[in-house]
């Protein structure tokens, strides 16, 4: 029996709503942003899974804690990419905007995109479609996520809104492995902003189902977020109207303003 080379992404939850991902090929694995160690530990055992590397969106302890943790286990030689700052612990390798990684085992190839508005120095990494892979993946941390986007707290509205211009213009097949579970939430503001988006609806209804299962929402697509997330539709009539009315201005000039007032709204809501 031929082994299935196709890459692997499997969810590992922590905490009350994270997932840590791990992508494997079988028997080498890379974990992105392990919060907790000892979960991913286990993942590895039991699937029999050698860890080769530690990707890192950005310095969040839900992000990061479990670094240090997985090093003194498995290996302090094992690779830790990450963006910039002095506060990821036990990076190796620092990633800016533009870099490419790859990855002999599992084999795999990442560009790096600087996103920042959710902490500055976040970063994403792609993979498009690769010998080994069917459909691009889009690692993102807190920046998007299904049917939202990370709360603005280091970062400015507009630097959130060209890092989400970065995210639409990927093809709309790329899977979005983002890292909390909130979509549930999010669909409730989302149906706020958009009362009548057809697509809205009926994901409301399919993500509901997953979770009544206990069924992660994710991953989400590009194409999806594209119809259903109102942070990537500030360009859509019933998005602005929505910003207009919650904000009582007249007019709103660009999506990144589109996008300032219901992020404050979301804040709030």
């Given at each position: 029996?031929?082994?299935?080379?196709?890459?692997?992404?499997?969810?590992?939850?922590?905490?009350?709503?994270n997932?840590?991902?791990?992508i494997h090929?079988?028997?080498s694995?890379?974990?992105v942003d392990?919060g907790?160690a000892?979960p991913?530990?286990a993942?590895l055992?039991?699937?029999k899974?050698?860890l080769?590397?530690?990707?890192?969106t950005?310095?969040?302890?839900?992000?990061?804690?479990g670094?240090?943790?997985?090093?003194?286990a498995?290996g302090?030689?094992?690779?830790?990419?990450?963006?910039?700052?002095?506060?990821?612990?036990?990076?190796?390798?620092?990633?800016?905007?533009g870099?490419?990684?790859?990855i002999?085992?599992p084999?795999i190839?990442?560009?790096?995109?600087?996103v920042?508005?959710?902490?500055?120095?976040h970063?994403?990494?792609?993979?498009?479609?690769?010998?080994?892979?069917q459909e691009?993946m889009?690692f993102?941390?807190d920046?998007?996520?299904?049917?939202?986007?990370?709360?603005?707290?280091?970062g400015?509205?507009?630097?959130?809104s060209?890092?989400?211009?970065?995210?639409?213009?990927?093809?709309k097949?790329?899977?979005v492995?983002?890292?909390?579970?909130y979509t549930?939430?999010?669909?409730r503001?989302?149906?706020?902003?958009?009362?009548?988006?057809?697509?809205?609806?009926?994901?409301?209804?399919k993500?509901?189902?997953?979770?009544?299962?206990?069924l992660?929402?994710?991953?989400?697509t590009?194409g999806?977020e594209?119809?259903?997330n109102?942070?990537?539709r500030?360009?859509q009539?019933e998005?602005i109207?929505?910003?207009?009315?919650?904000s009582?201005e007249?007019s709103?000039?660009?999506?990144?303003?589109?996008?300032?007032?219901?992020?404050?709204?979301?804040d709030?809501?």
């Open positions: 029996m031929l082994k299935n080379t196709l890459l692997q992404v499997w969810p590992i939850p922590a905490f009350d709503d997932y840590l991902w791990c090929d079988g028997d694995a890379l974990i392990p907790d000892d991913v530990i993942y055992q039991q699937e899974l050698t080769k590397g530690i990707l890192i950005h310095h969040h302890a839900d992000h990061t804690g670094i240090l943790k997985l090093l003194e498995l302090e030689s094992i690779p830790v990419y990450g963006p910039v700052g002095n506060n990821i612990p036990g990076r190796t390798q620092v990633l800016m905007q870099d490419k990684l790859e002999a085992s084999r190839k990442f560009e790096v995109s600087e920042p508005g959710h902490t500055l120095s970063i994403a990494y792609f993979a498009n479609m690769q010998e080994n892979i691009p889009l993102c941390g920046t998007l996520f299904a049917s939202g986007c990370g709360r603005l707290f280091e400015t509205p507009t630097q959130m060209q890092s989400l211009a970065k995210f639409i213009a990927l093809p097949n790329t899977l492995y983002c890292t909390h579970e549930l939430s999010n669909i503001f989302a149906l706020a902003v958009e009362p009548n988006n057809l697509n809205l609806i009926t994901w409301a209804e993500a509901q189902a997953l979770r009544a299962k206990n992660p929402t994710l991953p989400t590009i999806q594209l119809q259903v109102p942070f990537m500030c360009d009539k998005v109207e929505s910003a207009l009315q919650i009582g007249k709103l000039p660009s999506p990144a303003h589109v996008l300032a007032i219901i992020r404050a709204w979301k709030r809501f």
